[in-house]
C-alpha cells in the first residue's frame, strides 16, 4: 500500500507561487503515475495535473496549462506541483494520489491518496 504526504500549502497573494511537494512510501514508487487534483468548498474534486511514472509524461487541466508544472525525483519518491500565476480560483485543498493506470484522469481511477494541503490565494 502506498502513503502519500503532501506538504507546501500555504496563503499566497494573487500574482504569487508555491510549490507543492508529494512525498511517496513506495519503494517501486516509478511504477506509478501521480496525480494533483484539488477540492474546493462545496466543490467536486478536480484533476489538475498527472505525471506518469515510467517516462514522465504528463497531463493538464486546462484551467492551469502554463501555469502550473508538475515533476518527478523517483530517487527521492518525491513529486512537485510548481503552481505560478495563481489566482484566487485556484484556493482548494490539494491532493495528491498514486495510480498504476495511465490516460483516464479521474478520481476514481486513484488508489491512494494523501490527506491533502490548504492552498488560499487572496485577492
Known amino acids: 500500500q502506498v502513503q502519500l504526504a503532501e506538504s507546501g500549502g500555504g496563503l499566497v497573494q494573487a500574482g504569487g507561487a508555491l510549490r507543492l511537494s508529494c512525498v511517496a512510501s513506495?519503494?517501486?514508487?516509478?511504477?506509478?503515475?501521480i496525480g494533483w487534483f484539488r477540492q474546493a468548498p462545496g466543490k467536486e474534486r478536480e484533476f489538475v495535473t498527472a505525471?506518469?511514472?515510467?517516462?514522465?509524461?504528463?497531463s493538464y487541466a486546462d484551467s492551469v496549462k502554463g501555469r502550473f508544472s508538475i515533476s518527478r525525483d523517483n530517487s527521492k519518491n518525491t513529486v512537485y506541483l510548481q503552481m505560478n500565476t495563481l489566482k484566487p480560483e485556484d484556493t482548494a485543498v490539494y491532493h495528491c494520489?498514486?495510480?498504476?493506470?495511465?490516460?483516464?484522469?479521474?478520481?476514481?481511477?486513484?488508489?491512494?491518496w494523501g490527506q491533502g494541503t490548504q492552498v488560499t490565494v487572496s485577492s
Open positions: 505525471i506518469r511514472g515510467s517516462d514522465g509524461s504528463t
Open positions: 513506495e519503494r517501486t514508487f516509478r511504477r506509478y503515475a
Open positions: 494520489a498514486a495510480s498504476r493506470a495511465w490516460g483516464k484522469f479521474g478520481p476514481s481511477e486513484y488508489d491512494y
